[in-house]
Nanobody
């Protein structure tokens, strides 16, 4: 059974940084597309960043481009999201997700991801 476990969330002041990690267990997902999504209270879950199996494609949501960086370490079965210059509007529960299939072109819709973590809270104070 595949498990995705996020860590690294917390409370940070505006302008600060956090690094989220997503550890995958139960099965290697080295060929899988991976993504980070977030959901703020009262809002729908939205795509933040994705990465294909080789790490050569990393699309971002327009709201985070230039501030967030997604990366992966297939040897450690872990995906990261480095978040810099955080803003109060980045406050949300952040979820790691995996497509479970070899992904060359990153997809940005929640329906395309078959495995999800439990989420980690990120709160940015003004």
């Amino acid at each position: 059974q595949v498990q995705l476990v996020e860590s690294g969330g917390g409370l940070v002041q505006a302008g600060g940084s956090l690094r989220l990690s997503c550890a995958v267990s139960g099965r290697t997902l080295s060929n899988s597309g991976m993504g980070w999504f977030r959901q703020a209270p009262g809002k729908e879950r939205e795509f933040v960043a994705g990465i294909n199996w080789s790490g050569t494609s990393t699309p971002y949501a327009r709201s985070v481009k230039g501030r967030f960086t997604i990366s992966r370490d297939n040897a450690k079965n872990t995906v990261y999201l480095q978040m810099n210059s955080l803003r109060p509007e980045d406050t949300a529960v952040y979820y790691c997700a995996a497509t479970g299939a070899k992904t060359i072109v990153v997809v940005t819709t929640t329906q395309s991801y078959n495995y999800w973590g439990q989420g980690t809270q990120v709160t940015v104070s003004s």
